[in-house]
């Protein structure tokens, strides 16, 4: 375990690639920065750093003592997959069998959304791993493995600060290049069944809009493959009990506080009642401690009625955080997670 966690700061803006890929640096603290978190890394320590989801945790991917950091350090139980974050389609191909040739949807969906927040599967000894594109430095040749850098279970960090606030002392370095773009993980698809559709395992920064409109612009074969989403479109028990993807099986995203859903643009589940807002300020209020009131915050859209109908009551002291306009859906993910 680390003393103390380093944190030094990294431009992103001042990292070029040339057309074999090579990472070039206009800033000398940068550079800096990266040479010291390749160092960490090759020494077996892993090093916290930002991607254009959230801030992850790299290790060396080929290195069972390297990864195995990864799961001491965040408490993440050992049967929940690492993804391995690549910086080149020449660096997947040297952690790939052999005998396995890309499939023309995982190809389209790369060149696609690569480097981006898409998590693909693929075959592998163990039997399938994932692998992901952000636009991150190659610190290893082999690819890291970086799952969210924060204690397993709690809410995924979107600025330095955050990871240094769960993680001081478990880690020794942290690389600091601002706030991520996107705020949420990638989105996780598999693409390796016979029919040749295309399963989300995980919804995330990729849509699964923007999946099927890139399948149908790309159409490589006679027909083009379905875009299925995991209990919405289809059920599979054995991959929750024996995860091939992180966030199927163990709690995931889980704020410190009870957070509650008071309205969706979607179906409610099976289980869940609906109830109007006056009946859930009073269920509120009757939850709280005598003589105190209470503490909620609420977030919401700027244009969101229910918001400002729930904020008239003077009872409850609110705290309001506006996640941007309903126009602007990319926006409201940011600061949502």
Known sequence: MSSSTQILKCDPSSIHFDSDGRPTFASPDTLAAITAASRHIHAHQPVAFPTETVYGLAALALDPD???????????????????????????????????????????????????????????????????????????????????????????????????????????????????????????????????????????????EQIDAALKLARTGPSIPRVLVHRRDFVDDSIEQAPTTPGMKYRHYAPAVPVTLLRSSSQPPAAASSVSPSTFLVSLKSSMAENLPPKVGLLAPSESLLAKTLLEDSAIQWHRYSLGSLSEMTVIAHPSF
């Not at 069998?97 to 690569?114: C, K, R, V």
């Not at 898409?118 to 992901?132: E, G, K, V």
């Not at 397993?152 to 240094?164: D, I, M, N, Q, Y």
């Not at 600091?176 to 705020?183: E, F, I, L, R, Y």
């Open 66 to 208: 390297a990864a195995s950091r990864i799961f001491t350090t965040k408490g993440r139980p050992a049967d929940n997959p690492l993804i391995v974050h690549v910086s080149s389609q020449s660096m997947l191909a040297s952690i790939l069998p052999s005998n396995f040739t890309i499939p023309p949807s995982y190809q389209t969906l790369i060149n696609a959304f690569w480097p981006g927040p898409l998590t693909l599967l693929f075959p592998a000894t163990p039997p399938r791993f994932q692998a992901s594109s952000p636009p991150v430095i190659p610190l290893s040749p082999s690819g890291c493995p970086a799952p969210s850098a924060n204690s397993s279970g709690k809410p995924s960090p979107t600025r330095a600060e955050h990871v240094f606030r769960d993680l001081d002392g478990k880690i020794g370095l942290i690389i600091d290049g601002g706030s991520c773009d996107v705020g949420l993980e990638s989105t996780v698809l598999d693409g390796l069944h016979q029919d040749g559709n295309i399963r989300v395992l995980r919804p995330g920064g990729i849509t699964v």
